[in-house]
T-cell receptor, first 114, second 112 residues
Framework: DTAVSQTPKYLVTQMGNDKSIKCEQNLGHDTMYWYKQDSKKFLKIMFSYNNKELIINETVPNRFSPKSPDKAHLNLHINSLELGDSAVYFC?????????????FGPGTRLTVL | GNSVTQMEGPVTLSEEAFLTINCTYTATGYPSLFWYVQYPGEGLQLLLKATKADDKGSNKGFEATYRKETTSFHLEKGSVQVSDSAVYFCAGGMNRDDKIIFGKGTRLHILP
């Protein structure tokens, strides 16, 4: 039983395309996150949602749009992909959403933009 | 703003060596402190945590003690194994803030 799952695991696409990454958690948590990890392993938060409501929206281009249809799902849609979007994207969840909560991460989606 | 400073890697050790990875959190106040580990090709997972001063977190032979005077949370293991090769992230968070802060990660290589 995977706690936080993401699809797809790998995504290879051309510049200019639009793509989506899906995330689901079966932990009953209220808060979900998207992180971007670059090639140096630096982890940067992008968004967080609590019960479908946007809480954190870091300085991320408008081409990135998160959508949370319910509190168990948080999807990430990216328009007009650029080379610099190549990275590993991690979804995570936590029980309430406090910074003191433990976060549970998905396995990641490696996005390669050609 | 708040920040987490951790030892830069990569760190390369032989099997059975003693490991220390330093971590310091800079902020006004006392956060909960965490160590997360990322094995190759996987997401991060919690290794250990401490929520207040003098707490010790421990798991899988790793330990870290929350030192209040320096807001530090150094990760230690007495005898590392090849399977400990991974990237280790220190992190901290306070409820009055909006998000947890991660360090830049330390890559650890253990040689057989």
């Amino acid at each position: 039983d995977t706690a936080v799952s993401q699809t797809p695991k790998y995504l290879v696409t051309q510049m200019g395309n639009d793509k989506s990454i899906k995330c689901e958690q079966n932990l009953g948590h209220d808060t979900m996150y998207w992180y971007k990890q670059d090639s140096k392993k630096f982890l940067k938060i992008m968004f967080s949602y609590n019960n479908k409501e946007l809480i954190i929206n870091e300085t991320v281009p408008n081409r990135f749009s998160p959508k949370s249809p319910d509190k168990a799902h948080l999807n990430l849609h990216i328009n007009s992909l650029e080379l610099g979007d190549s990275a590993v994207y991690f979804c995570a969840s936590s029980q309430v959403g406090y910074p003191t909560d433990t976060q549970y991460f998905g396995p990641g989606t490696r996005l390669t933009v050609l | 703003g708040n920040s987490v400073t951790q030892m830069e890697g990569p760190v390369t050790l032989s099997e059975e060596a003693f490991l220390t990875i330093n971590c310091t959190y800079t902020a006004t106040g006392y956060p909960s402190l965490f160590w997360y580990v990322q094995y190759p090709g996987e997401g991060l997972q919690l290794l250990l945590k401490a929520t207040k001063a003098d707490d010790k977190g421990s798991n899988k032979g790793f330990e870290a003690t929350y030192r209040k005077e320096t807001t530090s949370f150094h990760l230690e293991k007495g005898s590392v194994q090849v399977s400990d090769s991974a990237v280790y992230f220190c992190a901290g968070g306070m409820n009055r803030d909006d998000k947890i802060i991660f360090g830049k990660g330390t890559r650890l290589h253990i040689l057989p």
